[in-house]
């Protein structure tokens, strides 16, 4: 049987994927790469950023101060050797992103423009109006085009990675239109899928988020690293949970309470609205607490106020922020505040994976939000995300295309065999199961709204334990699901409960992990641990799969370089 | 006060099953205000039949994936609110012009070879280094291809348009808007390599001013201007001997 094959693989076609596909063809031509993608590249989720890119572009700044800030963000749990690194390289791509025809704005000379940020002490964050997100996926997507070696598989959902004596090579994957189920080989496979944010109810993230690829590398023994850093951005819009950007906050937007009172002066007084997102969440909670929050239909909720910019910079600077308040509000934002609230955003944990973006696991790559290389810690300042995709993406694909150029070919012999396997699986326990009375909406919700509660911006071990038995009983239900969808064609449903299988497997290693943390650190906020414990815990965590529900944890120390942990104050 | 419900018919097609499209009806809870048809869509995949097929994913009208037809007109059901029809009720087909993959789902391949066949990239006849730093630009020159860039590529101008209606072989609207994005993109210089891609695209001269296009788009882009304004550039300089050829 002959599969499709490749040198490397790229699983996600956002903006890690792609920027890691193009470095692999860019450091040897010519080296063959796939690109897998369950959904078309251009519509990843990358396409929802909004703020900006964060490098160090200006005579003004330093790499030094973009670290500090970075590890003082990550309340000093990153890898300070890769924020180092991180620094160096971010300006470089975003270059390489405005060669390739990003449209940065720009300052009056033409040169690419900077923003405030949070958590940053100057100005950094480089950004498209406020799409930023949208224009660098559309633009390194476009670009990818002209690449003959990029070979696309759009609208393939992975359900395996195929291991074999230790070594990845290639992915098992469901061509969602025919409903085929394709072994795709190569030398090496890169993990760049994304985010999870829809293990929780209320969430930024769009319904592609369910943490795939964490789970596919959990699944395939590699650990899972600091799960229980679970970013919570404070302005998400009652409801919908569609996020208005920090941007917002960074053009000089005030975040009130319902007595108009500027509320962040009793929480981080010298950064005000430009805190670090952790503390400023945990500072709206409080207030909501404290009965000082609006009551709406959708619950407690803040103002954020940019009324005073004026309608010229809104226009110019927030042109989407607008046009989101005019179609899900129906406010102006030049005229009225916008009611907003914590909501879970980002995953700071991911896939364990080295400078390079390495896993234990030879030939498995991570890059991107799946992955965890060290650099967000805690606690990941705004605008370094997308800086991070490139700039790992970009290292990933170059070790990748280092490697295979000395790996052995992957023999097709045992994978029939694992395709078989794989097929037979999906097939008995899903497309072809008689039995079973769960409904995948039912489970799936139950698992949001407990996340929600158990392991959201504050925890508690009760909290926290309670969960992992509502968790369980997660699994147990899992277990007697049943899909109405039997078509091989387009079987959204299918798609729907393996990745609801991916995401109770996330919410399993973010509870466990949060139990596991007995302290407060970054986003991981214990209640009954109110302090951060480096005596204990300036360490990652790392989680393995066992049979069990419960995950076996290690302990890694953090590599310090330059940056001595102190106190936390802003 | 009982319970606010709305009426939602969808197409349902399985090609392995069913010879043609037929329609469904659900009558399914309008419990929020906010909600969008997109909303309705999901409850239905969640509470009553999971086999209701359709394409979404940001649900903040950027990722271009939830087109659909609703009541005969193009829409980001992400961004349709129920209570814009509301006591009415709401039939939601799949985008027009077409083919239909599954139910809601059409199949948008084509859309994906004429992407790739205007060169949506910056061309160069010599690449800047890196360590040169960035190209120099300002925000006038950024406003001159503004628009063209803000395609979220969600296919809705494809299903309003006439001509391609009648003949897939018209590059249609998006991708003459991204080549247009590029062609006006002070960084570029290929314009003369996409402008015979779209001068000998059959269909351009077919296209008229009645711009569907422009006026279903739901980012604001104005494709039918970009046609208009290539066929003139295509006429100067393929047309008329001493036109400006650079
Ligand atoms: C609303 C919002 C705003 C943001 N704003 C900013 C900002 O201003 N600045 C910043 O730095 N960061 C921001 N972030 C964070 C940042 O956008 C993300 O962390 C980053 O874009 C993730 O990119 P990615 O390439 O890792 O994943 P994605 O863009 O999510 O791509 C994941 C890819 O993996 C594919 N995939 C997943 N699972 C499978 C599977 N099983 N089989 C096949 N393919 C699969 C998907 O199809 C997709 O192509 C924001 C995030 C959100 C949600
Ligand atoms: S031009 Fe407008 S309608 Fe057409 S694909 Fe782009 S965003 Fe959609
Ligand atoms: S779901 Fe993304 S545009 Fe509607």
């Given at each position: 049987?002959?599969?499709?094959?490749?040198?490397?693989?790229v699983?996600?076609?956002?903006?890690?994927?792609?920027?890691?596909?193009?470095?692999?063809?860019?450091?040897?031509?010519?080296?063959?790469?796939?690109?897998?993608?369950?959904?078309?590249?251009?519509?990843?989720?990358?396409?929802?950023?909004?703020?900006?890119a964060?490098?160090?572009?200006?005579?003004?700044?330093?790499y030094?101060?973009?670290?500090?800030?970075?590890?003082?963000?990550?309340?000093?749990?990153?890898?300070?050797?890769?924020?180092?690194?991180?620094?160096?390289?971010?300006?470089?791509?975003?270059?390489?992103?405005?060669?390739?025809?990003?449209?940065?704005?720009?300052?009056?000379?033409?040169?690419?423009?900077?923003?405030?940020?949070?958590?940053?002490?100057?100005?950094?964050?480089?950004?498209?109006?406020?799409?930023?997100?949208?224009?660098?996926?559309?633009?390194?997507?476009?670009?990818?085009?002209?690449?003959?070696?990029?070979?696309?598989?759009?609208?393939?959902?992975?359900?395996?990675?195929?291991?074999?004596?230790?070594?990845?090579?290639?992915?098992?994957?469901?061509?969602?239109?025919?409903?085929?189920?394709?072994?795709?080989?190569?030398?090496?496979?890169?993990?760049?899928?994304?985010?999870?944010g829809?293990?929780?109810?209320?969430?930024?993230?769009?319904?592609?988020?369910?943490g795939?690829?964490?789970?596919?590398?959990?699944?395939?023994?590699?650990?899972?690293?600091?799960?229980?850093?679970?970013?919570?951005?404070?302005?998400?819009?009652?409801?919908?949970?569609?996020?208005?950007?920090?941007?917002?906050?960074?053009?000089?937007?005030?975040?009130?309470?319902?007595?108009?009172?500027?509320?962040?002066?009793?929480?981080?007084?010298?950064?005000?609205?430009?805190?670090?997102?952790?503390?400023?969440?945990?500072?709206?909670?409080?207030?909501?607490e404290?009965?000082?929050?609006?009551?709406?239909?959708?619950?407690?909720?803040?103002?954020?106020?940019?009324?005073?910019?004026?309608?010229?910079?809104?226009?110019?600077?927030?042109?989407?922020?607008?046009?989101?308040?005019?179609?899900?509000?129906?406010?102006?934002?030049?005229?009225?505040?916008?009611?907003?609230?914590?909501?879970?955003?980002?995953?700071?944990?991911?896939?364990?994976?080295?400078?390079?973006?390495?896993?234990?696991?030879?030939?498995?790559y991570?890059?991107?939000?799946?992955?965890?290389?060290?650099?967000?810690?805690?606690?990941?300042?705004?605008?370094?995300?997308?800086?991070?995709?490139?700039?790992?993406?970009?290292?990933?694909?170059?070790?990748?295309?280092?490697?295979?150029?000395?790996?052995k070919?992957?023999?097709?012999?045992?994978?029939?065999?694992?395709?078989?396997?794989?097929?037979?699986?999906?097939?008995?326990?899903?497309?072809?199961k008689?039995?079973?009375?769960?409904?995948?909406?039912?489970?799936?919700?139950?698992?949001?709204?407990?996340?929600?509660?158990?392991?959201?911006?504050?925890?508690?071990?009760?909290?926290?334990?309670?969960?992992?038995?509502?968790?369980g009983?997660?699994?147990?239900?899992?277990?007697?699901?049943?899909?109405?969808?039997?078509?091989?064609?387009?079987?959204?449903?299918?798609?729907?409960?393996?990745?609801?299988?991916?995401?109770?497997?996330?919410?399993?290693?973010?509870?466990?992990?949060?139990?596991?943390?007995?302290?407060?650190?970054?986003?991981?906020?214990?209640?009954?641990?109110p302090e951060?414990?480096?005596?204990?815990?300036?360490?990652?965590?790392?989680?393995?799969?066992?049979?069990?529900?419960?995950?076996?944890?290690?302990?890694?120390?953090?590599?310090?370089?330059?940056?001595?942990?102190?106190?936390?104050a802003? | 006060?009982?319970?606010?419900?709305?009426?939602?018919?969808?197409?349902?097609?399985?090609?392995?099953?069913?010879?043609?499209?037929?329609?469904?009806?659900?009558?399914?809870?309008?419990?929020?205000?906010?909600?969008?048809?997109?909303?309705?869509?999901?409850?239905?995949?969640?509470?009553?039949?999971?086999?209701?097929?359709?394409?979404?994913?940001?649900?903040?009208?950027?990722?271009?994936?939830?087109?659909?037809?609703?009541?005969?007109t193009?829409?980001?059901?992400?961004?349709?609110?129920?209570?814009?029809?509301?006591?009415?009720?709401?039939?939601?087909?799949?985008?027009?012009?077409?083919?239909?993959?599954?139910?809601?789902?059409?199949?948008?391949?084509?859309?994906?070879?004429?992407?790739?066949?205007?060169?949506?990239?910056?061309?160069?006849?010599?690449e800047?280094?890196?360590?040169?730093?960035?190209?120099?630009?300002?925000?006038e020159?950024?406003?001159?291809f503004?628009?063209f860039?803000?395609?979220?590529?969600?296919?809705?101008?494809?299903?309003?348009?006439?001509?391609?209606?009648?003949?897939?072989?018209?590059?249609?609207?998006?991708?003459?808007?991204?080549?247009?994005?590029?062609?006006?993109?002070?960084?570029?210089?290929?314009?003369?390599?996409?402008?015979?891609?779209?001068?000998?695209?059959?269909?351009?001269?077919?296209?008229?001013?009645?711009?569907?296009?422009?006026?279903?788009?739901?980012?604001g882009?104005?494709?039918?201007?970009?046609?208009?304004?290539?066929?003139?550039?295509?006429?100067?300089?393929?047309?008329?001997?001493?036109?400006?050829?650079?």
């Amino acid at each position: 049987m002959d599969f499709e094959s490749y040198d490397v693989l790229v699983v996600g076609g956002g903006l890690a994927g792609i920027r890691a596909a193009i470095a692999v063809v860019e450091t040897n031509p010519s080296l063959k790469v796939g690109m897998v993608s369950k959904v078309y590249p251009m519509r990843s989720h990358t396409v929802s950023a909004e703020g900006g890119a964060a490098a160090v572009l200006r005579p003004e700044d330093s790499y030094e101060t973009h670290a500090y800030d970075t590890i003082k963000g990550s309340d000093y749990l990153a890898d300070q050797d890769v924020v180092e690194a991180f620094v160096r390289e971010a300006p470089i791509e975003v270059i390489q992103m405005e060669h390739w025809g990003c449209p940065w704005s720009r300052d009056p000379d033409g040169k690419i423009s900077v923003r405030p940020f949070g958590g940053m002490t100057t100005w950094r964050t480089c950004f498209a109006a406020d799409k930023t997100g949208f224009h660098m996926l559309h633009t390194v997507f476009q670009t990818s085009l002209k690449y003959p070696q990029i070979h696309r598989h759009d609208e393939a959902f992975v359900t395996k990675l195929l291991v074999e004596d230790g070594r990845c090579v290639g992915v098992v994957a469901i061509d969602m239109r025919s409903g085929r189920f394709d072994a795709i080989t190569a030398k090496a496979v890169i993990l760049a899928t994304g985010g999870m944010g829809r293990v929780y109810a209320f969430t930024t993230n769009g319904n592609i988020c369910t943490g795939d690829g964490m789970a596919l590398a959990y699944r395939a023994g590699v650990g899972l690293k600091d799960m229980e850093m679970v970013q919570f951005h404070p302005t998400g819009l009652p409801f919908t949970g569609i996020l208005i950007t920090e941007a917002v906050r960074g053009e000089g937007g005030y975040l009130t309470n319902k007595d108009g009172e500027r509320f962040l002066k009793r929480y981080v007084p010298n950064k005000m609205e430009l805190g670090p997102r952790d503390i400023i969440s945990r500072a709206m909670i409080t207030e909501f607490e404290a009965g000082r929050g609006f009551e709406g239909p959708h619950g407690k909720y803040m103002h954020l106020d940019v009324r005073h910019l004026g309608e010229a910079v809104i226009d110019r600077k927030l042109p989407f922020m607008r046009e989101l308040g005019r179609e899900f509000v129906g406010i102006d934002i030049v005229h009225d505040p916008i009611p907003v609230r914590p909501v879970m955003h980002y995953m700071m944990g991911g896939v364990d994976a080295n400078i390079s973006g390495a896993t234990p696991v030879s030939g498995l790559y991570a890059a991107g939000e799946c992955a965890n290389v060290g650099l967000n810690g805690g606690n990941r300042l705004g605008s370094n995300s997308l800086s991070e995709c490139l700039v790992f993406g970009a290292a990933t694909g170059r070790a990748a295309a280092d490697y295979v150029s000395s790996a052995k070919a992957v023999s097709a012999n045992p994978i029939e065999g694992m395709l078989k396997d794989e097929t037979k699986r999906i097939e008995m326990d899903y497309l072809e199961k008689k039995s079973g009375e769960e409904r995948i909406g039912a489970i799936r919700e139950d698992m949001q709204l407990s996340m929600d509660a158990g392991a959201g911006v504050f925890r508690t071990r009760e909290g926290l334990e309670n969960l992992t038995k509502q968790l369980g009983k997660l699994r147990d239900r899992f277990g007697r699901i049943k899909i109405e969808d039997s078509s091989r064609t387009f079987n959204t449903e299918l798609m729907s409960v393996l990745e609801l299988d991916y995401m109770l497997e996330v919410a399993e290693v973010i509870t466990y992990s949060a139990l596991a943390r007995e302290e407060s650190r970054g986003a991981h906020a214990r209640r009954d641990f109110p302090e951060r414990d480096d005596e204990k815990f300036l360490k990652h965590t790392i989680a393995f799969r066992t049979d069990e529900i419960s995950p076996r944890l290690e302990y890694r120390d953090v590599r310090i370089t330059n940056f001595k942990p102190q106190a936390r104050a802003y | 006060m009982a319970e606010k419900r709305i009426t939602v018919r969808a197409t349902r097609f399985d090609p392995a099953k069913d010879s043609e499209p037929r329609l469904q009806s659900y009558d399914i809870p309008f419990s929020d205000d906010s909600m969008v048809v997109l909303d309705a869509l999901n409850y239905i995949k969640s509470h009553v039949d999971g086999s209701l097929s359709y394409r979404w994913s940001c649900r903040m009208g950027i990722c271009g994936s939830c087109g659909m037809t609703v009541n005969g007109t193009p829409k980001l059901t992400c961004s349709a609110f129920l209570r814009d029809y509301w006591p009415g009720s709401i039939t939601i087909t799949p985008l027009n012009n077409f083919p239909i993959v599954r139910d809601l789902v059409v199949d948008m391949e084509d859309f994906m070879e004429k992407l790739k066949s205007i060169k949506p990239w910056i061309i160069r006849k010599q690449e800047m280094p890196l360590g040169a730093g960035e190209h120099r630009q300002t925000m006038e020159q950024i406003d001159d291809f503004r628009q063209f860039s803000q395609c979220i590529n969600c296919m809705l101008c494809y299903a309003a348009c006439p001509v391609y209606g009648l003949d897939d072989k018209f590059l249609g609207p998006a991708a003459i808007a991204l080549a247009r994005r590029y062609n006006l993109d002070s960084r570029d210089q290929g314009t003369k390599e996409r402008l015979p891609v779209i001068a000998h695209s059959d269909g351009v001269w077919e296209c008229s001013f009645v711009g569907e296009c422009s006026v279903v788009c739901p980012k604001g882009v104005d494709p039918a201007k970009a046609i208009q304004q290539t066929k003139l550039d295509t006429s100067v300089r393929f047309i008329l001997p001493y036109g400006n050829r650079e």
